[in-house]
């Protein structure tokens, strides 16, 4: 598992999801309820498998250096979401921009809609006791509710904006969380660049969303072998 999130981690700087420390990505086990995650401050290229931080789903340090201060964000993740395994946060630029906005990353065409089943949400802002008291479990509290509140399915929509931060994504498993981590960027790129054209971006036909989401995710998927 330790090599898994060194190599996870790696990947978000080779396709430029990641600058200096400004990421980490997560790994839960959870037949025995351990999380696996990058340490706080360590530049990926200096990160060594016995370095890796495990914890347990109250933060405990078990063992490796200390976790990464987001490190209860994912916990929060992986208690309210039961069939993720995988976390990710980036700083990645187009995402950040929307995040910093306030502003969903809205579903305008097809491309977006192979991942993500409607918009990526910028989730609710924390007041300022939420902020100073236990900032990153709050902010994972956040997303979670946020979801809930609003009968998202974060398997559906498998990434969160957080405002004024950057972006969280997740799946089932590493590759395809690194996946949603980086269309999320990608789709978010796209849609600045619409934006920057003298017209209304309307989101993407209904039905044309159902067809390309649920061809590739739906109970009657007929995309790939």
Same mark, same amino acid.
């Given at each position: 598992? $330790?090599?898994?999130?060194?190599?996870?981690?790696? &990947?978000?700087?080779?396709?430029?999801?990641?600058?200096?420390?400004?990421?980490?990505?997560?790994?839960?086990?959870?037949?025995?309820? @351990?999380?696996?995650?990058?340490?706080?401050?360590?530049?990926?290229?200096?990160?060594?498998?016995?370095?890796?931080? +495990?914890?347990?789903?109250?933060? $405990?340090?078990?063992?490796?250096?200390?976790?990464?201060?987001? +490190?209860?964000?994912?916990?929060?993740?992986? &208690?309210?979401?039961? $069939? *993720?395994?995988?976390?990710?946060?980036?700083?990645?630029?187009?995402?950040?921009?929307?995040?910093?906005?306030?502003?969903?990353?809205?579903?305008?065409?097809?491309?977006?809609?192979?991942?993500?089943?409607?918009?990526?949400?910028?989730?609710?802002?924390?007041?300022?006791?939420? *902020?100073?008291?236990?900032?990153?479990?709050?902010?994972?509290?956040?997303?979670?509710?946020?979801?809930?509140?609003?009968?998202? $399915?974060?398997?559906? *929509?498998?990434?969160?904006?957080?405002?004024?931060?950057? +972006?969280?994504?997740?799946?089932?498993?590493?590759?395809?969380?690194?996946?949603?981590?980086?269309?999320?960027?990608? +789709?978010? &790129?796209?849609?600045?660049?619409?934006?920057?054209?003298?017209? *209304?971006?309307?989101?993407?036909?209904?039905?044309?969303?159902? @067809?390309?989401?649920?061809? &590739?995710?739906?109970?009657?998927?007929?995309?790939?072998?």
């Amino acid at each position: 598992m $330790n090599r898994q999130v060194v190599n996870l981690n790696l &990947k978000l700087y080779d396709h430029d999801l990641v600058v200096l420390t400004w990421g980490n990505a997560s790994i839960i086990d959870r037949k025995i309820n @351990k999380v696996y995650i990058k340490p706080s401050g360590v530049n990926v290229y200096d990160l060594k498998t016995e370095n890796v931080s +495990v914890v347990d789903l109250d933060g $405990n340090l078990l063992s490796g250096k200390k976790p990464s201060v987001d +490190v209860q964000t994912h916990l929060e993740l992986y &208690k309210g979401f039961d $069939n *993720i395994t995988t976390v990710i946060h980036t700083h990645s630029l187009y995402c950040t921009v929307f995040a910093q906005l306030q502003e969903d990353i809205p579903c305008l065409g097809t491309t977006h809609a192979d991942y993500f089943y409607g918009s990526i949400p910028v989730v609710d802002n924390l007041d300022s006791d939420l *902020i100073i008291n236990d900032y990153e479990k709050n902010t994972g509290i956040g997303i979670v509710k946020y979801f809930n509140e609003n009968n998202i $399915n974060p398997m559906d *929509i498998p990434a969160a904006l957080v405002p004024r931060h950057g +972006v969280f994504a997740w799946g089932a498993n590493p590759t395809t969380a690194f996946e949603n981590a980086f269309v999320a960027e990608h +789709v978010a &790129k796209m849609a600045y660049m619409q934006r920057q054209y003298d017209c *209304i971006a309307e989101p993407i036909d209904q039905t044309l969303l159902d @067809k390309h989401f649920l061809r &590739k995710h739906g109970s009657t998927k007929y995309y790939g072998q």
